[in-house]
């Protein structure tokens, strides 16, 4: 229906769906679409975006790109290294064939100036 966002027709880019480092903030774009590819206004809270695994839940930030109707920012940051999906939906279809984007987080790198602190702190 014109107007009304379609799943298959509505864009999702950016790095954000890219395998990451723990504790990087992540952005990603949703451009909603409706079945003729024209962009569409919706609420945030229209569209329902999640990320996580069996372990954790990553908090997303979702906001509304001012001047570009339907355009979604959604950022987070995922602090536990791991294996994610991120699944994205408009009211009750999935976006997209796949039900979810799969998404890694390695792990960051060791501060070796906190480890040897916390170190040299158990050991006395």
Known sequence: EAGVPNAKKSIIVGSGLDN??????????????D?????????????IITMGNERATVEMNVVSVLGFPGLLNVS????LA???RIN??????????????????FPGSLDFLIASLMMHRFLH
Do not use: M, W
């Open 82 to 84: 791991g294996e994610y």
């Open 76 to 79: 987070y940051q995922a602090t």
């Open 88 to 105: 994205i939906t408009f009211l009750t279809s999935i976006v997209n064939a796949r039900s979810s984007f799969r998404k890694f987080v």
């Open 20 to 33: 990451s480092t723990a504790g990087d903030l992540s952005t990603f774009f949703v451009q909603c679409r």
């Open 35 to 47: 079945r003729h590819g024209n962009a569409v206004a919706v609420f945030p809270s229209s569209v």
